[in-house]
């Protein structure tokens, strides 16, 4: 076809296309810089990659699709969608803040927090072959996977430093806690629904009717059978030798990179005074050289730094940091301690959080490993390197053949030595051994694989690599009544007990508005009737959706306060509010105290971190690709 249309684009007919061609963009002109639409969204100019987008949207769907039997509905899958994209706009936004502010993490910390992931670990303990092979099921590499975990870090002492300088005044965290321990005294009885059951009768007319007008709720689900090739890994282990001097090189390259330490790390005690909507920059800088002041009067550092300083992490510590890669801290503080002797003390230092006044305490050298210490750990790795270099070149064979076999994977498994394996009974939402994994099932049930009858493109699973094919395919169907009367007529009782609980709950509240008091007369035997006594927020034992209605009712004036609600069990509850108790802070211990005071610094620092978010994306130039997220 191409070579037809190349045949015949000759002559004049060629050249009143070319003419119309370049009046179209002299007239309406071509956007350059649209052409690239690989990317979900633009942030201040820098791309979010829809590759990655849709990598994370896929793992967000699967983990979700486990509890929708019938798939996710459309208005759920557009709030995840949406929600996906506003979590990476904000990360964006906060790297590139970092960026500007200056924040570095080091190889020595990105390595630390990775080795202390539990998904990475294995009895414990930090396991290479783990750490690709979870990687590799998520479709990352480990330099891709480290960049994000360094941005992602670099991000984190943004936060905290934002969160840092939270506080609360002490009339603040007295009104918390008189709000978070409020009791309500309340009586309450709840119907159950299931008391009506034995006396309701469903005629055979409304089950038919049922089933006729909700044909869609009582279909059988839709399967399929598959054939499969699966490449485990542990194949390319089999194959894998490593030498000596291969070893030898791998130790020369790491330690060129200051793997096996070699790095300085220096411990430093600091004092913050911060500049915030209470302190202005020169009162602060004010502060800080009154307390320099001292420091050269000859009174104790640890000591001021544990009356003065604004930075809660340190505080306690007397200012103490410890041990720490200079590279961790924005470029004032770290220039400051770098370009120290142990015992000199500088200051005021100017950071985006106040003045510090620094003192560098000790500095100690990592010494390098050899390559007899470290050889066992190399060989592993270097064998699980190559091991992955195999496994991903068979992988790439088994990809190659599958593509080239188009519908049979017969001559796939001829040429490659694995066995043709079949799995039936699969559905959208469940399916047996590795058709269990819900990318495994989302492939099958795709339209080139369903509908046209090809062979998969290669799955990444933790077992291995694997292609697919559909051998076998039951669509859904309208069961038949006879299998389904049962279930309907079960629902149906269920419908009509709780209207009656709801009928008869509606009555007791106007009953007991007229008495003014909860009236129990006439409830069923099975009711549960509970006495007036105080409620906490938190009151275990009593229905959620019951203990928020008594907290969101307005204080009681004087007349008990009474109202009713259908509970999420088809329950019908009745409460009596007759009180309110605010809490009182003079009650609690002093541990208790500055736990509340920590947890209301915490919600309180959230609060300015999503509104300091929310002025970078008001500020920000973002472009959303909505063409290709739809």
Excluded at 64 to 69: G, K, L, N, R, T
Excluded at 415 to 427: A, H, M, P, V
Aim: no cysteine; charged share 25%.
């Amino acid at each position: 076809m191409l070579q037809i249309i190349r045949d015949k684009l000759t002559g004049w007919v060629a050249i009143i296309i070319f003419i119309f061609i370049g009046l179209a963009f002299a007239l309406w002109g071509i956007d350059i810089g649209g052409a690239n639409l690989n990317y979900a969204a633009k942030v201040n100019g820098e791309d979010i990659s829809l590759n990655d987008f849709r990598r994370q949207q896929q793992n967000q769907l699967s983990q979700y699709a486990q509890f929708y039997q019938d798939g996710i509905p459309p208005e759920i899958e557009d709030r995840l969608r949406q929600n996906l994209l506003e979590s990476m706009i904000r990360e964006e936004l906060l790297s590139q803040r970092s960026d500007k502010f200056g924040y570095r993490v080091g190889n020595v910390a990105v390595a630390a927090a990775i080795q202390e992931m539990p998904a990475f670990q294995a009895d414990g303990e930090f396991s290479m072959d783990l750490y690709r092979g979870r990687l590799l099921a998520q479709g990352l590499s480990p330099a891709g996977f480290e960049a994000r975990m360094r941005t992602a870090l670099r991000n984190a002492q943004l936060q905290q430093g934002l969160s840092g300088s939270g506080f609360v005044t002490d009339s603040e965290l007295a009104r918390y806690v008189a709000l978070q321990d409020q009791q309500r005294e309340v009586a309450w009885a709840i119907i159950p629904a299931t008391t009506f059951l034995d006396s309701i009768s469903i005629a055979e007319e409304a089950i038919v009717a049922e089933y006729e007008s909700n044909s869609d709720a009582y279909q059988s689900p839709e399967t399929v059978a598959i054939q499969y090739l699966l490449l485990p890994r542990e194949l390319a282990d089999e194959s894998v030798t490593v030498s000596e001097q291969e070893l030898q090189e791998y130790y020369d390259q790491e330690s060129a990179v200051g793997r096996f330490g070699g790095s300085e790390e220096r411990r430093a005690r600091h004092i913050l005074i911060s500049v915030d909507d209470d302190t202005d920059d020169a009162a602060a800088l004010a502060a800080a050289e009154a307390v320099l002041a001292r420091i050269e009067s000859g009174e104790d550092f640890a000591a001021l730094a544990a009356e003065l300083s604004d930075d809660p992490g340190s505080k306690a510590q007397g200012g103490d940091l410890g041990f720490a890669d200079p590279e961790i801290y924005v470029p004032p503080f770290r220039e400051a301690i770098v370009t120290s002797e142990p015992g000199q003390i500088k200051g005021p230092v100017r950071t985006q959080f106040g003045y510090h006044i620094i003192r560098l305490e000790e500095v100690r050298d990592q010494g390098t490993k050899s390559f007899e210490e470290v050889r066992d750990d190399l060989l592993l790795e270097l064998q699980a390197r190559k091991a992955e270099e195999v496994f991903y070149e068979r992988a790439a064979e088994l990809r190659d053949l599958a593509f080239r076999a188009f519908n049979e994977l017969a001559s796939v498994a001829e040429d490659t030595g694995l066995q043709l394996q079949q799995i039936g009974g699969i559905t959208r939402t469940a399916g047996p051994g590795l058709a269990s994994n819900p990318e495994v099932r989302d492939v099958a049930f795709s339209d080139p694989v369903l509908l046209d009858s090809e062979n998969s493109d290669t799955i990444e699973l933790d077992e291995g690599i694997m292609v697919l094919r559909v051998t076998g395919h039951q669509p859904s169907s309208l069961l038949p009544l006879d299998a389904v009367r049962d279930g309907i007529r079960a629902k149906l009782a269920r419908a009509e007990a709780e209207a009656r609980a709801a009928e008869l709950g509606r009555t007791v509240v106007e009953q007991s508005l007229s008495a003014g008091q909860l009236v129990t007369e006439g409830l069923p035997e099975a009711a549960s009737i509970n006495e007036s006594r105080f409620v906490k927020r938190a009151e275990a034992g009593l229905a959620a959706d019951l203990l928020v209605a008594i907290f969101a009712a307005r204080k009681p004036q004087g007349e008990a306060l009474i109202n009713g609600l259908q509970l999420a069990s088809g329950d019908y509850a009745i409460y009596a509010l007759t009180g309110v108790k605010a809490g009182d802070i003079n009650t609690l211990t002093e541990i208790e105290v500055n736990q509340r005071r920590r947890e209301l610094v915490g919600i309180t620092s959230n609060l300015e971190l999503a509104a300091y978010i929310a002025k970078l994306r008001e500020k920000a130039s973002i472009r959303i690709n909505e063409e290709q997220l739809n």
